[in-house]
Each structure stands twice: as structure tokens, then as C-alpha cells.
């Protein structure tokens, strides 16, 4: 299983950033894919989630109205659309996939992405 995260960048605040995940070496009915991130000094948290069921996502209360998940199964790949970017945004962005039910364990998930930097500045 492999996941290649992209699309992160330098963009003011008030921006849009769109950021993908894609993903080989897989193919299951049950999953859950989850961007995370993780700025300097601080641990790895949860930013969106998104399930096979139709309608099943979350976000983060820091990030709602403002971030929107998507996922393309016939591409295994997940996105990230970022609007309204503030400068609180900025770290670095990881995508992650677990075989199973939703959950916002980090410490669950079976595979991650390598990151991709997202910093939010003028």
C-alpha cells in the first residue's frame, strides 16, 4: 500500500489550496481515508475524514466551512480543497488510509502519505 500526497505550497491567507492523495496497492469496499497534519512542536492531529458510505465525513471544528474532502474511487485518490486559509493552517499535511470504520485515532490508520507542506503567510 502506497499513498502520494501533493499540492501543498506558500499561498496568503485568505487562499485555496487543493491538496491530493493518491493511492496504489489496494482495493477494499471498507475505508477510511483521513488528512492530517502537523505543525513545528505540536503532535499530528486530525484535520478531515471521509468513509465509503455516502456522506460519511467530518472535519475538524477548526477547519469546518472552510475544508472540503472528496475522494475519487476509481483513482484511489483523496482530496483536500482548503478555502480561507489562515496562517494557523500552516504544516505540514499528511494523508492516511485505514481498512475500516471511521476513527480519528491517528494510531489507526494503515498507511500514510509522506507529507506535503502547506505554509499560510503574506
Known amino acids: 500500500v502506497q499513498l502520494q500526497a501533493s499540492g501543498g505550497g506558500l499561498v496568503q491567507p485568505g487562499g485555496s489550496l487543493r491538496l491530493s492523495c493518491a493511492g496504489s496497492g489496494y482495493r477494499s469496499s471498507v475505508y477510511t481515508y483521513g488528512w492530517f497534519r502537523q505543525a513545528p512542536g505540536k503532535e499530528r492531529e486530525g484535520v478531515s475524514f471521509?468513509?465509503?458510505?455516502?456522506?460519511?465525513?467530518r472535519y475538524a471544528d477548526s477547519v469546518q466551512g472552510r475544508f472540503t474532502i472528496s475522494v475519487d474511487n476509481a483513482k484511489n485518490t483523496v482530496y483536500l480543497q482548503m478555502n480561507n486559509l489562515k496562517p494557523e493552517d500552516t504544516a505540514v499535511y499528511y494523508c492516511?488510509?485505514?481498512?475500516?470504520?471511521?476513527?480519528?485515532?491517528?494510531?489507526?490508520?494503515?498507511?500514510w502519505g509522506q507529507g506535503t507542506l502547506v505554509t499560510v503567510s503574506s
Open positions: 492516511a488510509i485505514r481498512f475500516g470504520s471511521m476513527t480519528y485515532d491517528v494510531r489507526s490508520y494503515d498507511a
Open positions: 471521509i468513509s465509503e458510505r455516502p456522506g460519511s465525513t
